[in-house]
């Protein structure tokens, strides 16, 4: 089951100095593009795409997914949320899938690639490595450093929740390239200021970040409005 995962997901959150906020954009074949806001901070974690706002608070043990022109929102309690997701909607992961991770075989093997190539996006340099599973590319990534946001929240916590958040039981998924842990070690480096995906079409999904700036944050800027309604209360008890 999910909920022998939460307790070391929801309180292993590094307590560090300072937070991020990053933009992104996601580029698909076609010319469509995909803006993200991203908020880090101890532990805290918000995006913004749009209307919709997600919010995963491991310190609190909270998540939100906030719809700014209605002022509703829904959320409460981490495992009463999964769980309710769960319910649901459980998705079956084989194969490539549009959560943009990569489900592979038990014996499959993930390689991280040094390219010795290096480019500077937003003001940092991102040094090239490429991602191959069982020899195959799958990304191609460029790591800042010195943009530290990965230290606020560790991304194998973060991408194992992002699953579950998607239905997925991470038990029963096999192994899965973003929560292995040589593609886990390359994310503690630094921050992707460029990843470039290849889907099963064979179509680049593109990836940059446009702006990233560390600053302090309010505790209430992590949790929802005082004047928006939430929809599904019984989350919160």
Request: hydrophobic share 35%; no cysteine.
């Amino acid at each position: 089951m999910i909920w022998r995962f939460m307790p070391l997901l929801l309180l292993s959150a590094a307590a560090l100095n300072g937070g991020w906020e990053i933009s992104e954009i996601t580029r698909y074949a076609g010319n469509e593009e995909f803006k993200n806001e991203i908020f880090i901070d101890t532990g805290r974690y918000k995006s913004k795409s749009g209307d919709e706002t997600m919010i995963i608070d491991m310190n609190g043990r909270k998540i939100y997914f906030m719809y700014e022109s209605k002022k509703r929102y829904w959320g409460g309690k981490a495992e009463a949320v999964i769980g309710d997701i769960f319910k649901n909607s459980v998705t079956e992961m084989s194969g490539d899938t549009s959560l943009g991770y990569t489900h592979i075989n038990e014996n499959s093997t993930v390689e991280i690639v040094k390219t010795g190539e290096s480019i500077t996006i937003s003001g940092f340099e991102g040094i090239g490595y490429q991602v191959l599973v069982d020899g195959e590319l799958k990304k191609e990534i460029y790591i800042a450093p010195k943009l530290t946001a990965n230290s606020e929240i560790d991304p194998k916590d973060l991408s194992t929740i992002m699953l579950l958040l998607s239905g997925v039981e991470v038990a029963s998924a096999g192994v899965i390239t973003e929560i292995s842990d040589e593609y886990v070690n390359l994310m503690r480096q630094g921050y992707p200021i460029r990843t470039i995906e290849y889907d099963p079409s064979g179509d680049p999904i593109l990836t940059e970040v446009v702006k990233a700036k560390q600053r302090s944050f309010n505790a209430n800027e992590f949790i929802p409005p005082e004047n928006f309604i939430n929809t599904k209360k019984e989350l919160e008890e």
